[in-house]
Nanobody, 123 residues
Framework: QVQLVESGGGLVQAGGSLRLSCAAS????????MGWFRQAPGKEREFVAA????????YYADSVKGRFTISRDNAKNTVYLQMNSLKAEDTAVYYC????????????????WGQGTQVSVSS
């Protein structure tokens, strides 16, 4: 069992940057594949990025590839999402997720979720 808490969201202008953090407790994040998902108003929750237990494999949605970077610091029990060149369409609630299965891009693979943090990008 692991508890996840996201932070770092806020309001930024288009073209700006933001770094989201996901702090874990209960179990070390090194035990889990980790993912970031987002949900915008009127849309379904969608995959953003994922990282394997060791950090050796990463995956990104086509919409964010080249702009976002997922990373993990297992010593700090924290996963990050660096968001650069932000666009208005990136506006959403961002969720951190953890799973014991292989790293994946689908939400049903992940059994643990944070409360979400709001990211708003003004155009």
């Amino acid at each position: 069992q692991v508890q996840l808490v996201e932070s770092g969201g806020g309001l930024v202008q288009a073209g700006g940057s933001l770094r989201l953090s996901c702090a874990a407790s209960g179990r070390s994040v090194s035990s889990y594949s980790m993912g970031w998902f987002r949900q915008a108003p009127g849309k379904e929750r969608e995959f953003v990025a994922a990282i394997s237990r060791s950090g050796g494999r990463t995956y990104y949605a086509d919409s964010v590839k080249g702009r976002f970077t997922i990373s993990r610091d297992n010593a700090k029990n924290t996963v990050y999402l660096q968001m650069n060149s932000l666009k208005a369409e990136d506006t959403a609630v961002y969720y951190c997720a953890a799973g014991l299965d292989r790293v994946a891009t689908t939400a049903i693979t992940y059994g643990y979720w944070g409360q979400g943090t709001q990211v708003s990008v003004s155009s």
